[in-house]
């Protein structure tokens, strides 16, 4: 599979500092299902062409497991070595992460600089033809070209395949370009290699940020990027649709924060008042408390676990713990675990933190956690934040009963969680506080609530 950048914008060997990937050089990185290498077939002030060519290994691809289920053989028998699918997307994160993040250190004017750019596709499987094709770009502006395939050439009536080479001509700043790529391609697949969970809600909003909601196909889109999942789908739209967003009040222009990424302030925060310096994110899914931890020298040890293997290969990858300095690498760990069988690894923290965790385990399982944090691991601090039920009522587009995540379990009002929290407090010997997170309404509280338990 391969996917070529050209660009003709004088000096056309800027796409190099954007792609932060030398034109001189081949480069190669390491993914979970082969390997993909960067290199340029051309690169001068007139024109420069990066290309991203992906070498899937069938044999890894068995190992890994298949994700489809329409016949016995297909993990053997598959065009997945051989096309542009989700494995291009995650070849595309992972080489160019800081250009589709907005990063370019040495010319940091041009991100944001819309430049005519050539992308090619080869081949690209698409589940509905190149009408739907069509249908997924040109809204976008792009302006585009299609090379077809009949199925079989022996046997014409057999009609065309699903197969296209495609060529996009758009002028956008790279950033859009390759977000809009990591979304569209799986999209046009229909499918991914790799288990969909509530994760991938956040990447789709935080990748389709600024196009998405206008896109006459949203919905559409959302379907097949969320593998036609319900439930995700719904909880998607309805985001999409109302922004899941809180203003803050700052001085003008007024800024929009995400919920998630209040929670997870405010949670940095408060260790920081605690002055504690060993911390332990029980349940740290992708990472984002981690990297806020990281850029605190107050936190000299910091432990990331999670039940998700998959999440945790995102987070070192967000994290890039392979590349920090030795100095830095020995402040972080990731580990593999869960939160309802002991675990000696989480002993020895000044404080554990679950940020949005407990509504996701069954109520059963949620007394083995409890013994877990607060007998076995037992830090001096424990910080919960778990959704407010109560607030749920504000949200239009919520059916009422209806729970704000398709994977909870449970959501509790105020007067539950402190009933928990209080009872969890007198049992294992903590006293507890708790406080609202987010914008608060008068009656029904915050978004979110967090209790602190101090041993």
């Given amino acids: 599979m391969l996917l070529t950048i050209t660009t003709k914008r004088y000096p056309a060997t800027d796409l190099g500092y954007l792609l932060h990937k030398h034109p001189a050089k081949v480069q190669t990185v390491e993914l979970t299902a082969g390997s993909a290498h960067i290199f340029y077939p051309e690169a001068t002030d007139q024109s420069c062409t990066a290309a991203l060519l992906l070498d899937i290994d069938p044999v890894k691809l068995v190992r890994r497991g298949s994700s489809g289920h329409d016949f016995s053989l297909e993990q053997y028998v598959n065009d997945r070595p051989y096309v542009a699918s989700s494995f291009m997307s995650a070849a595309i994160a992972h080489a160019y992460s800081s250009a589709m993040n907005g990063r370019c250190k040495d010319k940091p004017h041009l991100v944001d600089e819309a430049m005519p750019f050539e992308v090619t596709l080869s081949v690209l499987p698409v589940k509905g033809g190149e009408y739907l094709l069509r249908q997924f770009f040109e809204p976008l502006g792009y302006e585009v070209s299609v090379q077809s395939y009949i199925l079989d050439e022996q046997f014409p009536e057999w009609g065309q395949s699903r197969y ?39 990447k789709l909003m935080e990748k389709g940020q600024g196009w998405l909601d206008s896109h006459p196909s949203k919905e559409l889109i959302t379907r097949r990027y969320l593998r036609n999942i319900g439930p995700l789908a719904k909880e998607a739209l309805g985001l999409i ?10 001085k003008e222009p007024k800024e929009k924060v995400r919920l998630h990424d209040v929670r997870l302030q405010a949670v940095r925060d408060l260790l920081l008042e605690l002055g504690v310096s060993a911390v332990a994110d029980m349940g740290c899914g992708e990472g984002k408390l981690l990297r806020l931890l990281m850029e605190k020298s107050a936190f000299k040890r910091i432990l990331g676990m999670d039940v998700s293997y998959h999440a945790l290969e995102i987070a ?11 100095q830095q690498k020995a402040r972080i760990q990731l580990i593999h675990g869960s939160l309802t069988y002991r675990d000696k690894r989480l002993s020895g923290f000044d404080a554990g933190v679950l940020v949005e965790v407990i509504e996701h385990l069954d109520l059963p399982r ?17 910080i919960i934040t778990t959704v407010n039920a109560e607030y749920n009522v504000l949200y239009e587009k919520l059916e009422a009963g209806a729970f704000r995540h398709s994977d909870h379990r449970f959501e509790w009002t105020r007067a539950e969680f402190e009933e928990w929290g209080n009872r969890i407090a007198e049992q294992f010997g903590y006293i507890v506080t708790y406080r609202p997170l987010g914008e608060v309404d008068e009656v029904l509280g915050g978004p979110s609530q967090l209790a602190l338990f101090k041993r």
Avoid: W
């Fill in 164 to 202: 296209f080479n495609v060529t996009l001509r758009h002028t956008l700043p790279l950033k859009t370009i390759l977000s809009q790529l990591y979304i569209l391609i799986p999209v046009c697949d229909n499918d991914k290699h790799y288990f969909v969970g509530g994760h991938e809600i956040e």
């Fill in 241 to 250: 649709m109302r922004d899941d967003v809180l203003p803050v009040e700052v």
């Fill in 316 to 326: 070192q990858s967000k994290l890039k713990i392979d590349r920090l300095p030795e």
């Fill in 366 to 382: 949620l007394q083995a956690l409890e013994k877990v944090v607060f007998e076995y691991a037992r830090p001096q601090y424990v």
